[in-house]
Structures are given as structure tokens and as C-alpha cells.
């Protein structure tokens, strides 16, 4: 397969230790704190993943605020948390800065991140924390995924205010074989839980599945978790994570399985998981098999929650599908199919508009009274970043780091600035007056004005 190397995992190997090179001094005790509008705690603002501050101001011109090289490339969506930029890099770090300006306010890394030259494939070197983070109000404690020497991944929980590790432990499942899964995917945190989920390295290499684990936030008790009951592969790793509906229940995308005959493994689909990680429900397109063997599945980009209990799910065939969330239909049983285009990352939601991640170009689509689904604008076919919307104005990145600003109503371009080169499937983050930007540095700070 494109992109495998000959490496020879081992999921028995003795684990490093984890060695924190940068640790606060400060001790604290997490305890319960508020979460302002200008905060924003996890992968698109909210558990729906929308992306979207409805009293931001919109914006006529976009200017250079600050940047910060930081000690590794950065995929991972930054957080806001109280005028702190929460920074995850790819060195194995999270940094704290100062919204203003930029100033470190604390680093914390767990350990050296894994080099490429010993994993089975991939496309980021090394591989650090790749998923965005989440921020837990009920307890202080800024959650992410360290990929180390082993390798395993580890949970970790830093109180947002230090720095200070309070949760550390393993987040691999049992019998998992750890060297080809990669934690790509959003963390997510619901009633005390944080939910992560897998998939594999970029060439699809080794024996991995799809999976969702879930910890409680204090790090203790045992690990829930469901595995994608596929012979191999069918990865959850869409940058945009599990979304959670208001009833708790996970909804996630799943790629492109081993098998192209036979029963339905549950790849490329959408799957509805309840809070404890039971499989309650499942779509997939009538032409799973022939997705799976053409690697042109739906785990590309995450579902796209909508109101009135429906949900929206596209990936790389260019065909989007509407589902009922009470009732995903099994295979083929979608309300509605419609060529839209291929989609990468996560998708921005205004109620029943939809603003998609396609390649060909950001794309709107509604949502009718009617149920069913029409095409908006398109913007110009460089601007295919996961967007985020304040007010009226989106923004999104190019594959060159320039950040878009575009009228959400007409998809006219309203502005633009080079931000420096973003990583795949980078999203930007707006807090104020300011859009925080991931890129393959550090992090820069844009002004809205």
C-alpha cells in the first residue's frame, strides 16, 4: 500500500516512560469554572461541532496580530480558554498563551513524540498530539492524546491555569496493536467522559480498526470502548471527531473497510453510539463495497448534525447523504442522496445551513422546510479548509495558508491574508476580535476588524 513501510509493528513492545521535560512547578487542584462566549473549548466551539458565533462582528479587513514559533507543527484546532490560547504541537507539547499578544504562559510536553522512520506509514513526522484537544469547565483540565515511545498514546489532563498534569494514562484498548492506529480525530467530552477515537496512518498500513475509547475525567476506572467490527482498517478519523447530540449519543464517520464481498462490516458509514460506547444504529451507502474497494468511503469528513433530529454525511465519492438520527437506515437507507462534492475535515453549521469542506471549493447547503437538500454558492476552488462562521462572515484556509473571509450569505470573498503553511485539514478558531490559525510552526493570531 501507498505510503507503508516495511516496519514490523509490535504491539507487545515494552513502552517508554513518559519523561516531561517542561513541567510547571505549580501545584493546583482542578476545580469547577465558568466558560464565557469568547471561549472556545473544543473542536468547532461545540459538541455539535457547528463552528459558529452568532454575535461575532463581522469582518472588512483582516490583519497580522502576532505569531509563535512553538516546538512542532500544529493540526490540532487551538482552544480558548479565558484570553489562553490552548496550542497543541506535534513535539508532544501544550502551550498556554496569552491571547493579546501571544506570550507563553506555560509549555508542558509528555515525552519525544515517534519518529516516522519506526511506524508502519504516516505523513506527519514525528507524531506528536495530532487530535484537537478538549476543556473540561467542570474540572480545569485541558485533555489530549500523546503519541510516545512504545509507542502508545496517553491521555493526559492539565489544569488550564498551570499547566500541571493531573490525569495520565494509557488510552490504548485492550488488544489494540498500537504502531498502526493514529489519533487524528477530535477529543470530545460528555457528562464526566472524554471520548477519543483512532484510525490509521496515512497509507492505510498494518492491522488496524476504528475505534472510540472513552476515560472519565479523573483518569480512573476502567476504559469503555467499541471497536469497528470490520476484518481491517475502517478508521474513525475525520478531523472533526465523534459529534454528540443533546441526548449524549456519539455519531461518527468510519472509513473505507477490508472487505468488498459479503455482509456489511460496518465500514464506510455513519454509526450511532450510546454513552457507554453500544452500537445503537449505522448507515452505509448502498455501494459499500465497491467504496471500500475504490477508497471512496464517508470517513473523510465527520457527520454534520442538523436540526430537527437529521443528519447530514459525506466523505470522498462527491455523494451526500441525509439520515434520520432516531433511525440511520442500515444500509441504503438514506431520506435523501445528492452529488455535492468530496469532503475533507469537519463542516460548519448556521441551523439548516450547512457550509461543507469540499476540494473543489467551500460550499453552502440548506437544509428546506421540506426536508430535503439544496446547493447554495461555491466559493473559489482554493478555499477547501474546515470552516468556522462568526456573525455573517466565514472563514476558511487555502492549501497555501492564506485565511478566506467570505460573506456567508453570497459566498463572496471579503478579505484575505497569508498566515503561513497550514497543515492538512487545519481550522481556524474565533474568539473576539481574533482568529487563532494552527500552522506547520506554531500558531498565529489574526485581528478582525
Known amino acids: 500500500l501507498a505510503g507503508c513501510s516495511p516496519f514490523s509493528s509490535n504491539s507487545g513492545a515494552p513502552a517508554k516512560p513518559i519523561t516531561p521535560l517542561t513541567l510547571p512547578t505549580r501545584t493546583a487542584t482542578p476545580t469547577a469554572s465558568t466558560v464565557s462566549s469568547a471561549d472556545w473549548t473544543t473542536y468547532h466551539r461545540d ?41 497543541a504541537t506535534e513535539g508532544n507539547s501544550l502551550y498556554s498563551l496569552d491571547a493579546r499578544n501571544g506570550q507563553v504562559l506555560w509549555h508542558t510536553n509528555f515525552g519525544s513524540p515517534v519518529p516516522l522512520s519506526t511506524l508502519p506509514g504516516g505523513n506527519i513526522d514525528p507524531l506528536g498530539i495530532t487530535g484537537t484537544p478538549v476543556y473540561d469547565p467542570a474540572t480545569n483540565l485541558v485533555f489530549a492524546v500523546a503519541e510516545v515511545s512504545g509507542p502508545e498514546h496517553i491521555l493526559v489532563g492539565v489544569n488550564a491555569d498551570t499547566g500541571q498534569v493531573q490525569v495520565r494514562r494509557v488510552a490504548d484498548p485492550a488488544g489494540m496493536e498500537t504502531a498502526p492506529h493514529q489519533q487524528r480525530s477530535a477529543l470530545t467530552l460528555s457528562n464526566g467522559m472524554v471520548y477519543i477515537a483512532y484510525g490509521g496512518l496515512f497509507g492505510d498500513c498494518g492491522n488496524y480498526h476504528g475505534w472510540v475509547v472513552a476515560s472519565r475525567t479523573d483518569g480512573q476506572g476502567p476504559m469503555l470502548s467499541y471497536q469497528v467490527p470490520t476484518t481491517r482498517e475502517g478508521g474513525i478519523w475525520a478531523a472533526s471527531g465523534p459529534a454528540i447530540d443533546s441526548n449524549g449519543r456519539l455519531f461518527v464517520s468510519v472509513g473505507n473497510g477490508e472487505t468488498t464481498q459479503g455482509d456489511w462490516d460496518h465500514s464506510d458509514s455513519v454509526l450511532r453510539l450510546s454513552p457507554t460506547l453500544q452500537l445503537e444504529d449505522g448507515f452505509a451507502p448502498t455501494q459499500w463495497q465497491q467504496d471500500n474497494a475504490t477508497d471512496a468511503d464517508l470517513g473523510s469528513m465527520g457527520p454534520v448534525l442538523l436540526p430537527g433530529g437529521w443528519v447530514y454525511a459525506d466523505g470522498k465519492s462527491g455523494l451526500g447523504y441525509l439520515l434520520r438520527a432516531d433511525a440511520l437506515g442500515g444500509v441504503g437507507g438514506q431520506a435523501q442522496v445528492i452529488s455535492i462534492c468530496s469532503s475533507y475535515g469537519g463542516a460548519a453549521t448556521v441551523g439548516s445551513q450547512m457550509l461543507l469542506p469540499c476540494t473543489d471549493g467551500l460550499r453552502q447547503v440548506l437544509l428546506g422546510s421540506d426536508h430535503r437538500l439544496t446547493q447554495g454558492w461555491v466559493a473559489p476552488g482554493q478555499v477547501s479548509g474546515s470552516p468556522i462562521v462568526g456573525g455573517h462572515t466565514v472563514y476558511s484556509l487555502d492549501g497555501n495558508g492564506t485565511l478566506y473571509a467570505i460573506n456567508s450569505q453570497t459566498g463572496k470573498v471579503i478579505t484575505t491574508i497569508s498566515v503561513g503553511s497550514a497543515p ?6 474565533l474568539s473576539g476580535n481574533h482568529v487563532f490559525v494552527g500552522t506547520m510552526t506554531g500558531v498565529a493570531a489574526v485581528t478582525i476588524s
Open 47 to 87: 459538541n455539535a461541532r457547528t463552528g459558529y458565533v452568532a454575535d461575532a462582528a463581522d469582518a472588512h479587513q483582516l490583519t497580522a496580530a502576532w505569531s509563535r514559533q512553538l516546538d512542532g507543527a500544529v493540526y490540532a484546532e487551538p482552544l480558548v480558554v479565558r484570553e489562553h490560547v490552548i496550542v
Open 424 to 429: 492538512h485539514f487545519a481550522t481556524p478558531t
